[in-house]
């Protein structure tokens, strides 16, 4: 890709939070010993994913807005430049400064120059999924500018120097108790006396931010939506800590990802519907803030937004994974995910974890990043996620589709080839003929053989071993489906009209 | 009605009265059987691991052991089998910019049935006691299959059947439909997670006092099976085509040590 959005040469992909440090299998072994970790989030996926059930039940028309949410989106990857253009002028007509970030690295600049302009050291901050994919903290913390997170659960993780394990619950892997024990020790001021009761929480955190917000000039946010015909930005949120963030501060800088846009207003309506229920739980969200460049008198005067690419382009370029960029960032599919739910997120290495985070790092940064190219294989499958993405994603196929990419992208680069290549090279060709298949049934009774005195094969060689690692398997019969039919059918005139058979012979 | 056979290699290699079961039942019920003998694999394995040019040749054996006017229907006693049949054959196809065997395969498609599709959509059983005799005095527990639920759709077109069985005691797993973490090589590159899944699972299944596990696709019984046996349980499992085929007078053939249900079928 040479050129996109009328600039320069992009870079393919993006940069940031969003690789793993370490193979997902590798990562999900420690995180699974956390017995702590596993009860938590067994407990807090199973309640939201109760409540998301039962809102998503209550609409008769559930199915046809989830095609309108997908037809939408769809329809906005097919001309993301021109609704790009057009948000840019209506925003701009409206007050606001547009700037445009091709990567993690040019998105923080701008922030921090932004934020340099207005002599401020310290700015609040709205959940924000793309001010974590750049790391745009840890970026104005080196620039000695000190980001305070206003979410209440944003807070915490950034309290307790953690990172966010859920893109809705950031601090899902947390439990009360362990809550209280983070504000005693790091929130300044903290009452001594704190109880694990969540009110109890509740309220200090408020006390505490509160002061943040009665003094802060600069405020920093994502966006949800952002509507090319009137040049509006959105956010939705449960606590309201993000509208003091978006109305209270003299500048407001938001970051947002290229694919958030919907082309009008009137789109608003399918996705105020979809996400909400899909993410909460909630009919409604409590809090949506809408603004539209600078208001006379009201509201920050200082209005900028970064649009941010970083790796989107890239994303959009495959035909197959591009749909992956519809996510509209509900979490319900982390919530419906089994994988998810036994290791966590901190296991994906990104700041997009669960099923969209495993395709959706690979393809912002490259199959290619090594420890990434794990992420596909995160999941058995299941097909959970796609029932539940509002703006059905087809999460499994995309993850197929992935393997694959990365299965190609490996082939003949290696010295030796790996256990899997070889195995699905024999596999292949034993299952690619019905001749093929019965030869190596022949070999069954030697399976049986491996199998102990109790008829159960115990221990397998190499990757195998995986299996046996947790199940037995049972020795193989004596004869394979195949021959039994064969020889029931030996003396069956040419028309292979069935012969009557004894029931008794057909058990094993 | 002539139905065509496809057996499945793990059906076809590990568990042969599972589909010596399906062929009774649906000779029973008064139709033909016939076993296409250059059948071997749907290829699910190749295409969920991201090999697709291993699985070209798979799939293309499929199609051409399939692709004749010599049967009216194809089934298979395997939901992620029919599932892969119907939605992956076209698009391996596809890649490999073969437009006549994604044709062909296309078609193979829309004549392949699960087995519970075939007994339910086609062959109108209702009622697997009256119509097939099925007697099978346990009690039993179901799982639904994630591609089965989740690919075909099958709703409840296997549990009912299973109800509908003579002397059957149903016990409903709780969270039945989570996934037994199998998922293919999965269980072999994410060995831990799917260790973890499946422990879930058999703790579900061991909770309802049931002596077995029933279902509609093999390889996740062998998973769960595989799992209930290296935890020392005596719960084992068995393909639903195996209790819809036991009578009265040729009871299934159960491994392991069951005892015959003494508790009235809950219907
Ligand atoms: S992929 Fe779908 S379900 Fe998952 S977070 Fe995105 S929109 Fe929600």
Same mark, same amino acid.
């Given at each position: 890709?040479?050129?996109?959005?009328?600039?320069?040469?992009?870079?393919?992909?993006?940069?940031?939070?969003?690789?793993?440090?370490?193979?997902?299998?590798?990562?999900?072994?420690?995180?699974?010993?956390?017995?702590?970790?596993?009860?938590?989030?067994?407990?807090?996926?199973?309640?939201?994913?109760?409540?998301?059930?039962?809102?998503?039940?209550?609409?008769?028309?559930?199915?046809?807005?989830?095609?309108?949410?997908?037809?939408?989106?769809?329809?906005?990857?097919?001309?993301?430049?021109?609704?790009?253009?057009?948000?840019?002028?209506?925003?701009?007509?409206?007050?606001?400064?547009?700037?445009?970030?091709?990567?993690?690295?040019?998105?923080?600049?701008?922030?921090?120059?932004?934020?340099?302009?207005?002599?401020?050291?310290?700015?609040?901050?709205?959940?924000?999924?793309?001010?974590?994919?750049?790391?745009?903290?840890?970026?104005?913390?080196?620039?000695?500018?000190?980001?305070?997170?206003?979410?209440? *659960?944003?807070?915490?993780?950034?309290?307790?120097?953690?990172? $966010?394990?859920?893109?809705?619950?950031?601090?899902?892997?947390?439990?009360?108790?362990?809550?209280?024990?983070?504000?005693?020790?790091?929130?300044?001021?903290?009452?001594?006396?704190?109880?694990?009761?969540?009110?109890?929480?509740?309220?200090?955190?408020?006390?505490?931010?509160?002061?943040?917000?009665?003094?802060?000039?600069?405020?920093?946010?994502?966006?949800?939506?952002?509507?090319?015909?009137?040049?509006?930005?959105?956010?939705?949120?449960?606590?309201?800590?993000?509208?003091?963030? #978006?109305?209270?501060?003299?500048?407001?800088?938001?970051?947002?990802?290229?694919?958030?846009?919907?082309?009008?207003?009137?789109?608003?309506?399918?996705?105020?519907?979809?996400?909400?229920?899909?993410?909460?739980?909630?009919?409604?969200?409590?809090?949506?803030? #809408?603004?539209?460049?600078?208001?006379?008198?009201?509201?920050?005067?200082?209005?900028?937004?970064?649009?941010?690419?970083?790796?989107?382009?890239?994303?959009?370029?495959?035909?197959?994974?591009?749909?992956?960029?519809?996510?509209?960032?509900?979490?319900?599919?982390?919530?419906?995910? $089994?994988?998810?739910?036994?290791?966590?997120?901190?296991?994906?290495?990104?700041?997009?974890?669960? $099923?969209?985070?495993?395709?959706?790092? $690979?393809?912002?940064?490259?199959?290619?990043?090594?420890?990434?190219?794990?992420?596909?294989? *995160?999941?058995?499958?299941?097909?959970?996620?796609?029932?539940?993405?509002?703006?059905?994603?087809?999460?499994?196929?995309?993850?197929?589709?992935?393997?694959?990419?990365?299965?190609?992208?490996?082939?003949?680069?290696?010295?030796?080839?790996?256990?899997?290549?070889?195995?699905?090279?024999?596999?292949?060709?034993?299952?690619?003929?019905?001749?093929?298949?019965?030869?190596?049934?022949?070999?069954?009774?030697?399976?049986?053989? *491996?199998?102990?005195?109790?008829?159960?094969?115990?221990?397998?060689?190499?990757?195998?071993?995986?299996?046996?690692?947790?199940?037995?398997?049972?020795?193989?019969?004596?004869?394979?489906?195949?021959?039994?039919?064969?020889?029931?059918?030996?003396? *069956?005139?040419?028309?292979?009209?069935?012969?009557?058979?004894?029931?008794?012979?057909?058990?094993? | 009605?002539?139905?065509?056979?496809?057996?499945?290699?793990?059906?076809?290699?590990?568990?042969?009265?599972?589909?010596?079961?399906?062929?009774?039942?649906?000779?029973?019920?008064?139709?033909?059987?016939?076993?296409?003998?250059?059948?071997?694999? +749907?290829?699910?394995?190749?295409?969920?691991?991201?090999?697709?040019?291993?699985?070209?040749?798979?799939?293309?054996?499929?199609?051409?052991?399939?692709?004749?006017?010599?049967?009216?229907?194809?089934?298979?006693?395997?939901?992620? +089998?029919?599932?892969?049949?119907?939605?992956?054959?076209?698009?391996?196809?596809?890649? +490999?910019?073969?437009?006549? &065997?994604?044709?062909?395969?296309?078609?193979?498609?829309?004549?392949?049935?699960?087995?519970?599709?075939?007994?339910?959509?086609?062959?109108?059983?209702?009622?697997?006691?009256?119509?097939?005799?099925?007697?099978?005095?346990?009690?039993?527990?179901?799982?639904?299959?994630?591609?089965?639920?989740?690919?075909?759709?099958?709703?409840?077109?296997?549990?009912?059947? &299973?109800?509908?069985?003579?002397?059957?005691?149903?016990?409903?797993?709780?969270?039945?439909?989570?996934? +037994?973490?199998?998922?293919?090589?999965?269980?072999?590159?994410?060995?831990?997670?799917?260790?973890?899944?499946?422990?879930?699972?058999?703790?579900?299944?061991?909770?309802?006092?049931?002596?077995?596990?029933?279902?509609?696709?093999?390889?996740?019984?062998?998973?769960?099976?595989?799992? &209930?046996?290296?935890?020392?349980?005596?719960?084992?499992?068995?393909?639903?085509?195996?209790?819809?085929?036991?009578?009265?007078?040729?009871?299934?053939?159960?491994?392991?040590?069951?005892?015959?249900?003494?508790?009235?079928? &809950?219907?």
């Amino acid at each position: 890709m040479t050129t996109f959005l009328g600039m320069p040469a992009l870079p393919a992909f993006g940069s940031g939070n969003l690789f793993a440090g370490e193979s997902f299998p590798k990562a999900a072994h420690r995180e699974l010993g956390n017995a702590q970790l596993r009860a938590n989030l067994g407990h807090a996926t199973h309640t939201i994913r109760d409540k998301r059930q039962a809102v998503v039940s209550e609409l008769p028309d559930w199915e046809q807005l989830r095609d309108a949410g997908s037809a939408i989106k769809e329809s906005v990857m097919a001309r993301l430049p021109d609704l790009l253009e057009e948000f840019e002028k209506n925003f701009t007509a409206r007050g606001g400064v547009i700037h445009w970030a091709r990567d993690a690295r040019e998105a923080n600049e701008i922030v921090a120059g932004l934020v340099r302009e207005t002599g401020e050291t310290e700015v609040v901050k709205v959940k924000s999924m793309a001010t974590q994919e750049i790391g745009l903290n840890e970026y104005l913390e080196e620039q000695g500018i000190e980001a305070f997170e206003t979410d209440l *659960a944003e807070l915490i993780v950034q309290l307790d120097h953690d990172k $966010p394990s859920h893109i809705l619950v950031p601090a899902i892997h947390k439990n009360r108790t362990e809550i209280r024990d983070i504000f005693l020790r790091e929130m300044p001021g903290a009452d001594p006396a704190l109880t694990n009761e969540p009110p109890v929480l509740a309220m200090a955190a408020r006390e505490h931010l509160r002061r943040k917000f009665l003094t802060a000039k600069v405020a920093v946010s994502g966006a949800n939506f952002a509507l090319a015909d009137s040049g509006t930005l959105a956010v939705v949120e449960s606590e309201g800590n993000g509208r003091m963030c #978006l109305t209270l501060p003299e500048t407001l800088i938001t970051v947002m990802g290229i694919e958030k846009l919907l082309p009008t207003w009137q789109d608003l309506e399918v996705f105020m519907q979809l996400l909400p229920r899909s993410s909460t739980g909630e009919r409604m969200n409590p809090y949506t803030s #809408l603004w539209t460049g600078v208001t006379e008198g009201d509201g920050p005067q200082n209005v900028h937004l970064v649009l941010l690419d970083n790796g989107r382009s890239a994303a959009l370029a495959d035909e197959m994974g591009r749909s992956a960029l519809h996510c509209i960032r509900c979490s319900a599919c982390m919530n419906v995910c $089994p994988v998810y739910e036994r290791t966590g997120g901190h296991a994906y290495g990104s700041t997009y974890p669960g $099923p969209i985070g495993a395709i959706l790092s $690979p393809l912002l940064t490259g199959i290619e990043a090594e420890e990434n190219s794990s992420l596909p294989y *995160a999941s058995s499958l299941c097909g959970a996620c796609y029932d539940a993405c509002p703006v059905k994603i087809n999460i499994p196929d995309i993850l197929v589709h992935l393997r694959s990419v990365d299965v190609d992208s490996k082939r003949g680069t290696r010295k030796v080839p790996s256990q899997m290549d070889v195995g699905m090279k024999a596999a292949s060709w034993a299952l690619s003929s019905g001749k093929h298949l019965g030869l190596v049934e022949k070999g069954l009774p030697l399976g049986r053989l *491996a199998a102990g005195r109790d008829k159960k094969i115990k221990k397998l060689p190499g990757i195998a071993g995986g299996w046996t690692q947790s199940r037995d398997i049972p020795a193989p019969p004596t004869q394979s489906f195949r021959d039994w039919w064969a020889k029931e059918h030996k003396s *069956a005139a040419p028309s292979q009209a069935a012969p009557s058979r004894d029931d008794k012979e057909t058990q094993q | 009605m002539r139905i065509a056979l496809f057996a499945t290699c793990i059906v076809d290699a590990m568990y042969p009265a599972t589909a010596k079961a399906t062929v009774r039942i649906l000779e029973r019920l008064g139709h033909e059987v016939v076993f296409p003998e250059g059948q071997a694999c +749907c290829g699910q394995m190749h295409v969920n691991s991201g090999y697709l040019k291993e699985a070209v040749p798979v799939v293309a054996n499929h199609v051409a052991a399939f692709d004749t006017a010599d049967y009216d229907v194809a089934v298979a006693p395997s939901g992620s +089998c029919v599932a892969s049949v119907k939605h992956q054959h076209p698009m391996v196809a596809r890649s +490999c910019g073969d437009a006549a &065997l994604e044709a062909r395969a296309t078609a193979v498609g829309a004549k392949t049935y699960e087995l519970s599709e075939l007994l339910v959509d086609v062959l109108g059983v209702t009622d697997a006691g009256a119509q097939l005799g099925s007697y099978f005095p346990h009690r039993v527990t179901y799982h639904p299959s994630c591609h089965g639920m989740r690919l075909l759709r099958l709703g409840d077109r296997q549990s009912r059947l &299973l109800r509908t069985v003579q002397g059957i005691d149903i016990a409903d797993l709780p969270e039945a439909d989570q996934c +037994c973490g199998f998922g293919g090589t999965f269980s072999m590159k994410n060995a831990d997670v799917s260790s973890a899944m499946l422990q879930d699972k058999a703790a579900n299944v061991e909770a309802t006092g049931a002596e077995l596990c029933t279902g509609g696709d093999a390889s996740c019984l062998m998973h769960i099976g595989g799992g &209930l046996s290296r935890q020392g349980s005596s719960t084992t499992t068995l393909h639903l085509a195996e209790i819809l085929a036991s009578t009265m007078e040729e009871p299934a053939s159960v491994t392991g040590e069951v005892r015959v249900s003494t508790g009235k079928a &809950l219907r």
